[in-house]
């Protein structure tokens, strides 16, 4: 028995630990699905192979989160099975053997439905946040919640080929934040970056142009061609936004005590 309750503290402590990881990278910039999957792959060593990968051992303090993980492994999956290999060993017969498969088993399913339960991960997510913003150095930015990316609002990048409408044009005569979008970055062909670019930035084909709107304006966006139908899509989603925005003030508290 001992031992099946060993192996149900380690299996406990490595959720916990890869939901404070998954934690501490979303705070890092990262969004909440890659947190996971980047903490959960360096944990168990399988997956982290990605594209994405790239990125976060790029980053100094994720890289330092992940080493962290992978450390922790080496002991954790050893210490479980040499574990789980001992609670199966006692000379009393097979009628133990046999229960301690169904506190296993039990073990396991109860395990599973707390790591998946969102009002746990809600609960748990909020204090471990508070304990990373007091007790560690992690630049606790969690980018997602601050730039509000549920719903319409998402970042994403465009890359305009030659016959893009926005190809050849500068920011100002874009005027894209007249259509609710904002250019956030610009990545060049020859991987120059530029950040915050201002209305005189010129963007070519080939750049990576980070921006940030609602997803069904930036889709548009990134289908928009040259010519008088590309300047007629934009007049409609200027028209659109303004809209967007004439309802927004009316339930603005702010702009209803100023009017």
Known sequence: MAAIISLMIILTLSILITRIATVALAQTGLSRESARFQARSAFTGVGFTTSESENVVSHPVRRRILMFLMLLVNVGIVTAISTLI??????????????????????????????????????????????????????????????????????????????????????????????????????????????????????????????????ACLQKLNKRRKGRGGDSDHDSAVAEQETLERNENREDPAQREEG
């Open 86 to 215: 001992l609670s199966f060993i006692n000379p009393e017969g097979s009628r133990t053997v046999v229960l301690h498969l169904i506190y296993i088993v039990t073990g396991l399913v109860l395990l599973w439905l707390t790591a998946t339960s969102q009002w746990i991960d809600q609960k748990l997510s909020a204090i471990i946040s508070r304990w990373l913003k007091r007790y560690s150095q992690i630049d606790v930015m969690d980018y997602a919640s601050l730039l509000h990316l549920t719903g319409d609002y998402r970042i994403s990048e465009l890359q305009p080929q030659k016959n893009s409408w926005l190809a050849n044009s500068t920011l100002a005569r874009a005027k894209l934040r007249e259509e609710g979008i904002i250019v956030l970055g610009i990545t060049r062909s020859n991987g120059k970056y530029i950040g915050a670019p201002t209305g005189d930035t010129k963007l070519l084909a080939g750049d990576s142009i980070i921006v940030y709107g609602r997803t």
